[in-house]
């Protein structure tokens, strides 16, 4: 199975949160794109056409080869790269599992994905049946 890893990666606990779910999903045999450990490099400064054009592209055409999208979600925070990966997967008709890491939920990420669970919850989601947990939590 392909599973695309839509998360933010700009701060320690986002690092420490993205690493272990690709050593998880790894660990479980999965073939796993995330965006952390593919990002796009180019000789000049990273903000430039060229290299956003690449990135975008890259991690698109990733999400299209993706069977799932796991998303990790910090609630009312939401990173809008992720956000976006993770609109469009839907759009796409790609499951969407949230693993929930905040307080709180947009409804229109939790209403928009197949199922949410827990950090620890997903080392034993059956990914090959995707049950459906609904979220429990506040939402906005």
Known sequence: MNIYLASPFFNDTELKNVEYAEHILMKRGFNV??????????????????????????????????????????????????????????????PVIVVQLGEDSNLMVHEGCHSNISLEELEGYDFDMLPVKAYKGRMF
């Not at 290299?51 to 592209?57: D, G, I, L, Q, R």
Request: aromatic share 18%; net charge negative; proline share 3%.
């Open 33 to 94: 794109f995330s965006p952390r450990l593919n990002e796009v490099r180019t000789d000049e400064n990273t903000q430039k056409p060229l290299w956003s054009k690449e990135t975008f592209m890259n991690d698109k055409r990733f999400i299209d080869w993706a069977d799932v999208v796991v998303m990790l979600y910090y609630g009312g925070y939401s990173d809008s790269g992720t956000a976006w990966e993770c609109g469009y997967a839907y759009g796409t008709n790609t």
